[in-house]
Nanobody, 116 residues
Framework: QVQLVASGGGLVQPGGSLRLSCAAS????????MSWYRQAPEKERELVAV????????NYLDSVKGRFTISRDNAKNTVYLQMNILKPEDTAVYYC?????????WGQGTQVTVSS
C-alpha cells in the first residue's frame, strides 16, 4: 500500500537547522510531484515547498525562501526539506504530499519546534 513516512523533526534553537526526510513506497515515486506542507497550532495547513517529478522545478512559500531547500532522490524514493536559519514561527507539524493532478497521497506529520 501507499506509504509516506516523514522523519527528521525535533526541537532546535532559533538559527539552527533540521533536515526532514519523507520516504515513499507503494507507488511510482518519479511520476509524482512532491511537496511539504506545515500546520501550526490553530492555523490552516500551508504549502511550504514543492518540487517537480525530476527536480527541475521548485517553488517556496515566501517566508522560507532563501532558508529552506527542497530536493528529491528518485533512486531512494525520498524527498527532503533542508531547513536553515530556523525561526520560532517555523514551529509546526510538517507533512509531505505526493500528487500528480489526479491523486494526492499524504504522509504522517513530523513535529518541528523552534525554541530557545
Amino acid at each position: 500500500q501507499v506509504q509516506l513516512v516523514a522523519s527528521g523533526g525535533g526541537l532546535v534553537q532559533p538559527g539552527g537547522s533540521l533536515r526532514l526526510s519523507c520516504a515513499a513506497s507503494g507507488f511510482t515515486f518519479s511520476n509524482y510531484n512532491m511537496s511539504w506542507y506545515r500546520q501550526a497550532p490553530e492555523k490552516e495547513r500551508e504549502l511550504v515547498a514543492v518540487i517537480s517529478t525530476f527536480g527541475g522545478m521548485s517553488n517556496y512559500l515566501d517566508s522560507v525562501k532563501g532558508r529552506f531547500t527542497i530536493s528529491r532522490d528518485n533512486a531512494k524514493n525520498t524527498v527532503y526539506l533542508q531547513m536553515n536559519i530556523l525561526k520560532p514561527e517555523d514551529t509546526a507539524v510538517y507533512y509531505c504530499k505526493a500528487f500528480n493532478g489526479r491523486v494526492n497521497y499524504w504522509g504522517q506529520g513530523t513535529q518541528v519546534t523552534v525554541s530557545s
